[in-house]
């Protein structure tokens, strides 16, 4: 939390750092302070923190365990990066300019640090290849999705283009494998609402206001399988997940719908099959239309094996 003239640090692995005031005490130096103040920390832990400079005062400067525990000096930290299992697939930057970065992100990383994940997330990987700490995504997708996630740069130009997202002026499309239905009327135009279900990683349809919208068109299909085009007209948490689960037709190598994998099941082997493939926009900024692509692809149909209770029902857009 930043106060009243002090400005905290920059992020490290984009994560922002906390702050702590000394308080007057028997301290004979910073080290105790902290022993005493977080006793859920053990010294040689705090120790080995102010050698890795992860202690710093609010003009960035290095801490260090010996100084005096000088009363209302307000210092800086940075909570411990526990090991880290790699996420085996790079992002790619495909634009930069003065006030947005587009990334293309591989499945499997987060966008921002959460839980056990902070060093490998697509805004920290970014923090340090471009060398921007104030990095901050406008929007997110899951960690399980591939594809565009755009950036702001500049804090001064943030707002308009989070405006953008908020007064649902992005065009944004996506593409799934899934099930194919030859049977339902295409394209589907989806309306529900969408809450919290039993279990906190899930969401599940439910009575209540319209509050999810999304447009589901097949692009083609094979046997069995098809590949989707979605179009979500708003943005709720796992939206298109919930839409697909909820036409009986589940996105491919989904871990949350409709079974929940437990944690630390994941296998890289096997991605969800959904891509942020599209984002468009006029730029608040300069006026000039915005349009990126994702350069991922999708498995080939081909790939996929039958999907259990479905027969194949010919070409995608009709019976």
């Known amino acids: 939390m930043a106060h009243a003239g002090v400005s905290p640090p920059p992020p490290r692995w984009g994560v922002r750092p906390s702050s702590v005031v000394v308080t007057p005490g028997p301290w004979k130096d910073l080290l105790d302070f902290f022993a005493h103040r977080f006793q859920g920390v053990d010294a040689a832990t705090w120790q080995a923190r102010f050698v890795a400079q992860d202690i710093v005062d609010a003009q960035g400067q290095q801490a260090h365990a010996a100084d005096p525990a000088t009363p209302g000096r307000r210092l800086y930290y940075f909570r411990d990066v526990p090991h880290e299992v790699p996420i085996p697939f790079a992002e790619e930057v495909i634009w930069q300019d003065e006030h947005l970065v587009v990334a293309d992100k591989p499945h499997f990383?987060?966008?921002?640090?959460?839980?056990?994940?902070?060093?490998e997330t697509l805004l920290a990987r970014l923090q340090r290849r471009l060398g921007v700490p104030h990095l901050s995504p406008i929007h997110r997708i899951d960690k399980d999705t591939a594809g565009l996630v755009l950036f702001s740069v500049q804090p001064a130009s943030r707002n308009a283009y989070h405006a953008l997202f908020r007064e649902r002026k992005v065009q944004k499309t996506y593409e799934c494998l899934a099930p194919w239905d030859a049977e339902r009327h295409w394209p589907v135009h989806r309306e529900s609402h969408i809450g919290p279900s039993a279990h906190f990683m899930q969401q599940a349809e439910?009575?209540?206001?319209v509050n999810a919208v999304t447009d589901i068109a097949p692009l083609h299909a094979f046997g069995g399988w098809a590949h989707y085009e979605l179009r979500p007209l708003t943005g709720q948490r796992h939206q298109l997940r919930v839409h697909m689960h909820a036409l009986g037709l589940p996105i491919v190598n989904d871990g949350i719908y409709p079974t929940l994998t437990p944690e630390g099941a994941q296998d890289f082997g096997q991605p969800l099959q959904l891509l942020a493939r599209r984002v468009a926009f006029n730029d608040p900024i300069t006026g000039?239309?915005?349009?990126?692509?994702?350069?991922?692809?999708?498995?080939?149909?081909?790939?996929?094996?039958?999907?259990?209770?479905?027969?194949?029902?010919?070409?995608?857009?009709?019976?």
């Open 109 to 119: 990383l987060p966008v921002v640090p959460s839980g056990k994940h902070v060093r």
């Open 206 to 209: 439910q009575d209540g206001a």
């Open 288 to 319: 000039a239309p915005r349009v990126w692509e994702s350069r991922r692809a999708l498995m080939p149909l081909s790939s996929l094996t039958h999907p259990p209770g479905h027969r194949d029902m010919g070409p995608a857009g009709g019976p």
